[in-house]
Protein backbone atom coordinates (compact mmCIF):
# COMPACT_ATOMS: atom_id res chain seq x y z
CA UNK A 1 0.00 0.00 0.00
CA UNK A 2 0.90 3.71 -0.69
CA UNK A 3 -0.19 6.37 1.68
CA UNK A 4 -0.73 9.80 0.77
CA UNK A 5 -0.67 12.70 2.75
CA UNK A 6 -1.07 16.86 1.71
CA UNK A 7 -0.38 19.85 3.33
CA UNK A 8 -0.60 23.07 2.56
CA UNK A 9 -3.76 23.95 2.04
CA UNK A 10 -5.89 27.65 3.52
CA UNK A 11 -7.35 30.88 2.58
CA UNK A 12 -5.82 33.14 0.72
CA UNK A 13 -7.44 36.37 -1.41
CA UNK A 14 -7.51 36.34 -5.06
CA UNK A 15 -4.09 36.87 -6.51
CA UNK A 16 -2.35 34.97 -3.94
CA UNK A 17 -0.54 31.77 -3.44
CA UNK A 18 -0.23 28.71 -1.65
CA UNK A 19 1.74 25.39 -2.30
CA UNK A 20 0.13 22.33 -1.64
CA UNK A 21 2.75 19.30 -0.75
CA UNK A 22 2.03 15.28 -1.07
CA UNK A 23 4.04 13.19 0.77
CA UNK A 24 3.93 9.17 0.27
CA UNK A 25 4.85 6.61 2.13
CA UNK A 26 4.59 2.70 2.42
CA UNK A 27 5.72 0.85 -0.60
CA UNK A 28 6.48 4.16 -2.69
CA UNK A 29 7.42 1.73 -5.87
CA UNK A 30 4.34 0.98 -6.91
CA UNK A 31 3.39 4.16 -8.98
CA UNK A 32 5.12 5.63 -11.70
CA UNK A 33 2.99 9.18 -12.13
CA UNK A 34 1.35 11.33 -9.32
CA UNK A 35 -1.36 13.99 -9.85
CA UNK A 36 -3.47 16.52 -8.10
CA UNK A 37 -7.32 16.64 -8.47
CA UNK A 38 -9.55 19.16 -6.96
CA UNK A 39 -13.48 19.20 -6.27
CA UNK A 40 -15.94 21.18 -4.88
CA UNK A 41 -19.64 20.24 -3.40
CA UNK A 42 -21.94 18.80 -5.60
CA UNK A 43 -19.42 18.61 -8.76
CA UNK A 44 -16.76 16.13 -10.28
CA UNK A 45 -13.17 15.90 -9.00
CA UNK A 46 -11.15 17.71 -11.14
CA UNK A 47 -7.35 16.71 -12.70
CA UNK A 48 -5.47 19.77 -12.36
CA UNK A 49 -2.30 18.77 -12.93
CA UNK A 50 0.26 15.78 -13.00
CA UNK A 51 3.51 14.88 -13.53
CA UNK A 52 5.51 11.78 -14.41
CA UNK A 53 7.83 9.84 -11.41
CA UNK A 54 10.35 9.20 -14.38
CA UNK A 55 11.50 11.79 -16.48
CA UNK A 56 9.46 14.22 -15.28
CA UNK A 57 6.79 15.28 -18.05
CA UNK A 58 4.37 17.43 -16.81
CA UNK A 59 0.24 17.86 -17.59
CA UNK A 60 -2.14 21.30 -16.49
CA UNK A 61 -5.38 21.68 -17.49
CA UNK A 62 -5.82 24.94 -19.32
CA UNK A 63 -7.25 26.87 -16.74
CA UNK A 64 -4.06 26.59 -14.41
CA UNK A 65 -1.56 26.60 -17.14
CA UNK A 66 0.84 29.50 -16.82
CA UNK A 67 -0.21 29.94 -12.77
CA UNK A 68 0.49 26.76 -11.50
CA UNK A 69 3.35 24.66 -11.59
CA UNK A 70 3.30 20.79 -10.55
CA UNK A 71 7.16 19.33 -9.37
CA UNK A 72 8.37 16.59 -7.27
CA UNK A 73 11.75 15.65 -5.14
CA UNK A 74 12.01 11.86 -5.62
CA UNK A 75 14.26 11.63 -2.79
CA UNK A 76 11.40 12.64 -0.30
CA UNK A 77 8.94 10.88 -2.29
CA UNK A 78 7.05 14.52 -2.15
CA UNK A 79 4.92 16.22 -4.72
CA UNK A 80 4.11 19.90 -5.06
CA UNK A 81 1.87 21.95 -6.40
CA UNK A 82 2.57 25.72 -6.17
CA UNK A 83 -0.27 28.09 -7.45
CA UNK A 84 -0.30 31.47 -8.26
CA UNK A 85 -2.53 34.48 -9.55
CA UNK A 86 -5.03 32.29 -7.31
CA UNK A 87 -8.82 32.87 -8.51
CA UNK A 88 -11.99 31.99 -6.63
CA UNK A 89 -12.89 29.30 -8.83
CA UNK A 90 -9.59 27.55 -7.74
CA UNK A 91 -11.28 26.78 -4.78
CA UNK A 92 -12.05 23.16 -3.61
CA UNK A 93 -10.39 20.19 -2.05
CA UNK A 94 -7.45 19.33 -3.52
CA UNK A 95 -6.35 15.81 -3.44
CA UNK A 96 -2.85 13.71 -3.99
CA UNK A 97 -2.94 10.68 -6.14
CA UNK A 98 -0.75 7.73 -7.60
CA UNK A 99 -0.90 5.32 -9.84
CA UNK A 100 0.99 3.07 -12.40
CA UNK A 101 -0.54 5.10 -15.46
CA UNK A 102 -1.37 2.13 -17.99
CA UNK A 103 -2.40 4.19 -21.56
CA UNK A 104 -5.14 6.15 -19.86
CA UNK A 105 -5.46 10.02 -19.88
CA UNK A 106 -3.61 11.26 -16.96
CA UNK A 107 -6.77 13.98 -15.77
CA UNK A 108 -8.83 10.10 -15.44
CA UNK A 109 -9.61 9.68 -11.25
CA UNK A 110 -9.31 5.63 -12.81
CA UNK A 111 -5.81 6.27 -13.71
CA UNK A 112 -4.79 6.68 -9.89
CA UNK A 113 -4.98 4.12 -7.34
CA UNK A 114 -3.62 5.97 -4.41
CA UNK A 115 -5.43 8.88 -2.45
CA UNK A 116 -4.71 11.22 -0.02
CA UNK A 117 -7.39 12.76 2.66
CA UNK A 118 -7.43 16.08 0.81
CA UNK A 119 -6.53 19.69 1.80
CA UNK A 120 -8.50 22.54 1.54
CA UNK A 121 -7.94 25.48 -0.73
CA UNK A 122 -10.55 28.49 -0.20
CA UNK A 123 -9.63 31.83 -2.08
CA UNK A 124 -11.41 34.86 -1.54
CA UNK A 125 -12.89 37.66 -4.14
Known amino acids: QVQLLESGGGSVQAGGSLRLSCTASGHTKRYNFMGWFRQEPGKEREGVAA????????WYIDSVQGRFTISQDNAKNTMYLQMNSLKPEDSGMYYC??????????????????WGRGAQVTVSS
Open 51 to 58: IGRFGGSE
Open 97 to 114: AAGWRNGGYWYQPTQYTY
